[in-house]
């Protein structure tokens, strides 16, 4: 051992502070990684899965040819109503 290995081993608590924290770093950090993986994943699953269900689905219909499949469907039942008297 060298006069510099002696000096910085003679603090031993410091030093064992020291890399007590820098262990906590290092996980801290890895966690850190492991989440905004994680994180990303999900996102990505969710917009793939929006994104199915959107193309599925049929085109809605506009509102004028809506109301006015309401308005027939209404009038035939009227009309049956009407036809039964």
């Known amino acids: 051992m060298n006069a510099g290995n002696i000096a910085r081993h003679r603090d031993y ?3 064992m502070k020291r890399h007590r ?3 906590r ?3 801290l950090t ?5 989440v905004l993986i994680i994180i990303a994943i ?11 269900q959107r193309r599925r689905a049929p085109a809605p219909t ?4 809506a109301m006015t499949i309401v308005a027939a469907e ?3 039942c009227a009309s049956t109503w009407i ?3």
């Open 13 to 15: 608590g410091s030093l």
């Open 42 to 52: 999900t996102a990505l699953f969710i917009v793939v899965k929006y994104d199915e």
């Open 62 to 65: 506009p509102p004028d040819t």
């Open 25 to 27: 770093v290092r996980r």
């Open 83 to 85: 036809a039964k008297d």
């Open 30 to 34: 890895i966690v850190l990684i492991y």
């Open 21 to 23: 924290r820098d262990l």
């Open 74 to 76: 209404r009038l035939a």
